[in-house]
Each structure stands twice: as structure tokens, then as C-alpha cells.
């Protein structure tokens, strides 16, 4: 099996082995009655640790959770909070749907797109962040409201958004990774 490869890692971001990562994994489905029940944990830890889910990913977590690789394929491609490819450092999901739109999310894509030069789908030149429409998030009561990395930023403006992108352009990178 084939690693993750980020940048001169053969591990991915983490610097976790194959290895490990399947006893990481392993550890997850035990917790639960019928391995596939653990799916979505182990996608998530995969992801937590390589940066995106590789097709060699996704290969180890159906091994791991006894599935084909089509099964965990549609589970990569159906949910939003998985990335085949590795994202930006800062990864802007911003909420499309009707609670958001009306409260200003347009106008927070919009700005995005003048600021930072990217649409839906695009990441800086810098690498420094990646936008991403996504479905709701889960807090229409506090609309318009963007995920970053995993961090929920909500009731923003135009304002609030631009000095939440002026402070994260300043962060200098963390040890070993994103944020």
C-alpha cells in the first residue's frame, strides 16, 4: 500500500505510517458492533492525519472497515467534510443554503472572490486558503455563518469577515500542518 506523499512526507501531514494508521483505524471499529458502522470515523481520522483522502486512503479504510473501495468512494463524494485533494491551509466552507443566503452569504462569496481571487472550488495562489460552498451547517439561527477548518465563525458581515481573513493571512504557520 502506497503512502500519502505532502511535500517530501511519505506520511502525510501527520507523519503517522500506514501502519499505524490501520491500527488507529482498527481501534475505531472496534468500538462498534459491525465494522462499517465506523466508517465515517475512520474517513475522518484518515483525513485528520493525511490532509484528504487519497484513493490509497480510501483503499485502507474499506480494507480496514471489510467494504469495497466503490462503497467508501460514494461516502468521500457524498459528504462535503471529505477532500480527495489536500486544501488550502485555511479552509473556508461557506454555508449555500436559504437561511444563510438570506442573511448575506452571497455577499461574503462575493467578497471572498474580490479579495482573495478565488470562486467556489478555488484555492489561493499561496495555498493559504480554499473556498467551498457547502451545504447547511447547522446554524441558521446565527446565519451567515462559515466554517474554517473546524471552526464555525457565525452572524458575520463583510466587517467581521475581512479582519477574520486579515488576522488568519497573519498566523504564521503551525508546527507540522494546518492553522
Do not use: W
Amino acid at each position: 500500500m502506497s503512502s500519502d506523499r505532502r511535500k517530501g512526507d511519505p506520511h502525510g501531514k501527520s507523519g503517522i505510517s500506514d501502519e499505524a494508521l490501520r491500527r488507529e483505524l482498527e481501534e475505531i471499529v472496534a468500538e462498534y458492533p459491525e465494522k462499517r458502522a465506523g466508517a465515517l470515523m475512520c474517513l475522518h481520522r484518515a483525513q485528520r492525519h493525511r490532509g484528504s483522502l487519497s484513493l490509497a486512503s480510501q483503499v485502507l479504510v474499506g480494507e480496514v472497515i471489510g467494504s469495497s473501495p466503490a462503497h467508501v468512494r460514494e461516502l468521500v463524494s457524498f459528504y462535503t467534510l471529505f477532500l480527495e485533494e489536500s486544501p488550502g491551509r485555511y479552509h473556508l466552507q461557506l454555508c449555500r443554503t436559504l437561511s444563510c443566503q438570506l442573511r448575506g452569504a452571497r455577499d461574503l462569496k462575493d467578497r471572498i472572490r474580490r479579495r482573495l481571487s478565488i470562486g467556489p472550488g478555488g484555492v489561493t495562489e499561496d495555498g493559504l486558503f480554499q473556498l467551498t460552498e457547502v451545504e447547511c451547517l447547522g446554524s441558521c439561527d446565527s446565519a451567515p455563518v462559515i466554517q474554517i477548518n473546524d471552526d464555525y465563525f457565525e452572524g458575520l458581515d463583510g466587517d467581521m469577515l475581512d479582519k477574520l481573513l486579515d488576522e488568519l493571512s497573519a498566523r504564521p504557520p503551525a508546527a507540522g500542518g494546518q492553522g
